[in-house]
C-alpha cells in the first residue's frame, strides 16, 4: 500500500473513479476484520497505526478528499512504478480495509461554542503564512484545510500549544550545516544514502547532495513557534478550532459565541 497518499489522484486518473458508497462504513464487524486485514497486509510499510513507516500516514488520507471509492481503487489497481502491487482481494476485504482506516482517521463530530469569525482572523494572523486553507496561504506547514475531519479538537490544541510534540511525515523540522558553516533550516521531504530534499524557511524546494554537508540534523524543535497562553489565550485558541471545525467531514453547523451560525 506504499505512497497511497499521492496515489490517488493517479489512480482516479488510470482506471476512473465511479461516485461508490462503502458498503460497510460504519460496520463494527467490517471495521475489526479490515484492521486484521491491515495489520496483515499493510502494516510493514504504513506502521500498525496507520501513521507511516516506510510508507505514508494514512491517517490523513480523508483530511484531502474524504471519498472511500478513491481508496478503494488505489488498493485495487496498486501504484504503478512502486513497490506497491494491484491487489486480487475480494471487493469485501477491501471495502473493510477502507472502513478500518476511516474509522481511525475521521474525527467525530464536536459541537464548539467559539466565534467562528474570530477565529478566521486569528488564522489569518498567526497561520497563514505557513498553512495552506482552501488553497491560500503558506506551504510550509501542512495543509490545514481538512484538517479537523481526522484530528479532534484536543489534538489541535496539543498541536497549536505544543507545536513540537509530533510531526506530520512530509514536514519533520531539519537542519543541514554546508561545508561552509552555512546553517539551512527547513522540512525534509525526501530522502535516500546521497542526498537529501528539503523546503527551506523561504519555501523553495532544495536538493542537496550529502557528501557536499558537513551535517545533516532531525530538528526536535519544530519551526512553527508553541503558541502558549501568553500567546494565545485559551478564548481564542477555541476560536480558532471553532473556525477549523467548520471544515470537519459531516460536521454539524458551527454556531459563533452570538448564535449565529456559520455557513460556511
Same mark, same amino acid.
Given at each position: 500500500?506504499?505512497?497511497?497518499?499521492?496515489?490517488?489522484?493517479?489512480? &482516479?486518473?488510470?482506471?476512473?473513479? !465511479?461516485? /461508490?458508497? =462503502?458498503?460497510?462504513?460504519?460496520?463494527?464487524?467490517?471495521?475489526?476484520?479490515?484492521? &486484521?486485514?491491515?495489520?496483515?497486509?499493510?502494516?510493514?510499510?504504513?506502521?500498525?497505526?496507520?501513521?507511516?513507516?516506510?510508507?505514508?500516514?494514512?491517517?490523513?488520507?480523508? /483530511? *484531502? $478528499?474524504?471519498?472511500?471509492?478513491?481508496?478503494?481503487?488505489?488498493?485495487?489497481?496498486?501504484?504503478?512504478?512502486?513497490?506497491?502491487?494491484?491487489?486480487?482481494?475480494?471487493?469485501? %476485504?477491501?471495502?473493510? !480495509?477502507?472502513?478500518?482506516?476511516?474509522?481511525?482517521?475521521?474525527?467525530?463530530? %464536536? %459541537?464548539?461554542?467559539?466565534?467562528?469569525? =474570530?477565529?478566521?482572523?486569528?488564522?489569518?494572523?498567526?497561520?497563514?503564512?505557513?498553512?495552506?486553507? $482552501?488553497?491560500?496561504?503558506?506551504?510550509?506547514?501542512?495543509?490545514?484545510?481538512?484538517?479537523?475531519?481526522?484530528?479532534?479538537?484536543?489534538?489541535?490544541?496539543? &498541536?497549536?500549544?505544543?507545536?513540537?510534540?509530533?510531526?506530520?511525515?512530509?514536514? %519533520?523540522?531539519?537542519? +543541514?550545516?554546508?561545508? #561552509?558553516?552555512?546553517?539551512?533550516?527547513? *522540512?525534509?521531504?525526501?530522502?535516500?544514502?546521497?542526498?537529501?530534499? !528539503?523546503?527551506?524557511?523561504?519555501?523553495?524546494?532544495?536538493?542537496?547532495?550529502?557528501?557536499?554537508?558537513?551535517?545533516?540534523?532531525?530538528?526536535?524543535?519544530?519551526?512553527?513557534?508553541?503558541?502558549?497562553?501568553?500567546? +494565545?489565550? #485559551?478564548? #481564542? +485558541?477555541? @476560536?480558532?478550532?471553532?473556525?477549523?471545525? /467548520?471544515?470537519?467531514?459531516?460536521?454539524?453547523?458551527?454556531?459563533? *459565541? #452570538?448564535?449565529?451560525? @456559520?455557513?460556511?
Amino acid at each position: 500500500m506504499l505512497f497511497i497518499g499521492w496515489a490517488l489522484t493517479l489512480g &482516479a486518473v488510470l482506471i476512473g473513479v !465511479i461516485q /461508490t458508497k =462503502n458498503p460497510r462504513d460504519g460496520d463494527p464487524l467490517a471495521i475489526q476484520a479490515g484492521a &486484521a486485514l491491515f495489520r496483515e497486509r499493510c502494516a510493514d510499510c504504513h506502521g500498525a497505526d496507520a501513521k507511516g513507516v516506510r510508507g505514508p500516514d494514512l491517517t490523513q488520507l480523508w /483530511t *484531502t $478528499d474524504g471519498r472511500d471509492e478513491r481508496v478503494f481503487q488505489t488498493i485495487r489497481a496498486g501504484v504503478p512504478g512502486s513497490i506497491m502491487p494491484p491487489s486480487p482481494a475480494p471487493d469485501d %476485504e477491501l471495502w473493510a !480495509i477502507v472502513a478500518y482506516l476511516r474509522n481511525i482517521s475521521t474525527a467525530r463530530p %464536536e %459541537e464548539s461554542s467559539g466565534n467562528v469569525a =474570530n477565529g478566521e482572523r486569528i488564522f489569518a494572523a498567526s497561520c497563514a503564512s505557513c498553512h495552506r486553507l $482552501d488553497g491560500r496561504g503558506g506551504r510550509l506547514g501542512p495543509d490545514l484545510s481538512r484538517i479537523a475531519a481526522s484530528q479532534s479538537n484536543q489534538v489541535l490544541a496539543r &498541536a497549536v500549544r505544543d507545536a513540537s510534540a509530533s510531526f506530520t511525515a512530509g514536514y %519533520e523540522p531539519v537542519m +543541514l550545516v554546508t561545508r #561552509d558553516g552555512q546553517q539551512i533550516r527547513g *522540512t525534509r521531504k525526501g530522502e535516500d544514502p546521497f542526498s537529501i530534499q !528539503i523546503m527551506d524557511t523561504r519555501e523553495r524546494l532544495q536538493g542537496y547532495l550529502k557528501a557536499n554537508l558537513r551535517e545533516v540534523t532531525r530538528d526536535k524543535k519544530s519551526l512553527m513557534p508553541d503558541f502558549g497562553p501568553d500567546r +494565545l489565550s #485559551d478564548l #481564542d +485558541l477555541n @476560536d480558532l478550532l471553532a473556525f477549523l471545525g /467548520t471544515r470537519r467531514i459531516g460536521g454539524p453547523p458551527r454556531r459563533s *459565541t #452570538d448564535g449565529s451560525v @456559520d455557513q460556511r
